[in-house]
């Protein structure tokens, strides 16, 4: 596949600490939801030191394509790419800081913060 696939491990992060679930295949209410919540996570750890290398357009409201691609990817393939990984975020990371800014937020919230951040 030769991507990168840091997203796997920030998602096994935002799991334990009880900030996501991985369930974002299917036309679902709760598939959208869940992307959203870590699609917006992803955005605000970007912000707080994540190294990632996802373009976010704010007018869009989203991120470039290769996000939703990975992100796909990923779940699609989860027992390779997903499930035999480990929660990680590279050391730059100010976790604190993005913990205390997002934590506990629903999806209205951090729908909205990500036009106002």
């Known amino acids: 596949m030769g991507k990168d696939y840091r997203l796997a491990?920030?998602?096994k992060y935002l799991e334990s600490k009880g900030l996501?679930?991985?369930?974002?295949?299917?036309?679902?209410?709760?598939?959208?939801?869940?992307?959203l919540m870590i699609e917006k996570r992803v955005l605000f750890a970007?912000?707080?030191?994540?190294?990632?290398?996802y373009a976010f357009d704010r007018y869009l409201g989203?991120?470039?394509?290769?996000?939703?691609?990975?992100?796909y990817?990923?779940?699609e393939n989860r027992s390779e790419l997903y499930d035999s990984?480990?929660?990680h975020v590279n050391e730059s990371f100010r976790?604190?800081?993005?913990l205390?800014?997002?934590?506990?937020r629903d999806a209205i919230w951090l729908y909205v913060a990500s036009f106002l951040y």
């Open 9 to 11: 491990h920030f998602i």
């Open 20 to 35: 996501a679930k991985f369930d974002v295949l299917g036309d679902s209410d709760r598939a959208l939801h869940n992307y």
């Open 46 to 53: 970007q912000q707080f030191g994540l190294d990632m290398h």
């Open 62 to 71: 989203g991120p470039s394509s290769s996000f939703a691609e990975e992100l």
């Open 73 to 75: 990817d990923i779940a």
């Open 85 to 87: 990984v480990d929660a």
């Open 95 to 98: 976790e604190g800081e993005f």
């Open 100 to 104: 205390e800014l997002v934590g506990g």
